[in-house]
C-alpha cells in the first residue's frame, strides 16, 4: 500500500516539473521572438524617462517672499529626503534634499549638518545635484512672478 505523504510528494514533484516546463517554454518563445529586444529597449527608455521627467517636474518650490511657506516647504523636503533615503530610494531622496537645500537660508550650516549624518556616498550625490536645484529654483520663480504680473492686469 502507498502512503499518502508518498502520494503528495509524487503530485507535487509532478507538478513543480510541470510548472518549471511551462515557464521554459514561454521564456523560449518570447526570446525567439524578433521584435523582444527592440521592445525591451522600447520599454527600458520609456520607463528611464519618464521616471527622470516625472521626479524633476513634480517639486513646486514656493513664493520665496513668504517666510512660511518656504519654511514649511524646507521641512516637508528634508523630512521626505529622510524617508525616501531610509526606504533605499536614492534619487529621489537626494532630489528632495537638494530642494531643501537650494531653499534654506544658511545652506552651508545645512551641508555640514547633512555631512556629519549622510553616508558619505550619498553626500556625495547630493553634492553633485545641488547646481542642477538653482536654475530649477530660478525657473519656478520666475514662473510665479509671471502669474503675479498677470494678476495684476
Not at 31 to 58: I, N, T, W
Not at 132 to 151: C, I
Amino acid at each position: 500500500m502507498v502512503s499518502p505523504k508518498a502520494v503528495l510528494g509524487l503530485c507535487a514533484g509532478v507538478s513543480a516539473t510541470l510548472f518549471l516546463g511551462y515557464c521554459i517554454y514561454f521564456d523560449k518563445k518570447r526570446h525567439e521572438d524578433p521584435d523582444f529586444k527592440k521592445k525591451l529597449r522600447e520599454r527600458r527608455k520609456a520607463k528611464k524617462a519618464a521616471s527622470s521627467s516625472g521626479k524633476r517636474c513634480k517639486t513646486i518650490f514656493p513664493d520665496m517672499k513668504d517666510h512660511e511657506a518656504v519654511q514649511r516647504f524646507f521641512l516637508q523636503e528634508i523630512q521626505l529626503g529622510e524617508e525616501l533615503l531610509a526606504a533605499g530610494d536614492l534619487e529621489n531622496g537626494v532630489d528632495h534634499l537638494g530642494n531643501a537645500v537650494a531653499v534654506c537660508g544658511q545652506p552651508n550650516d545645512l551641508l555640514q549638518v547633512l555631512q556629519q549624518t549622510l553616508q558619505p556616498e550619498v553626500f556625495h550625490l547630493l553634492v553633485k545635484r545641488l547646481p542642477a536645484v538653482a536654475p530649477r529654483l530660478m525657473k519656478s520663480h520666475s514662473n510665479n512672478a509671471t502669474l503675479q504680473e498677470d494678476d495684476v492686469e
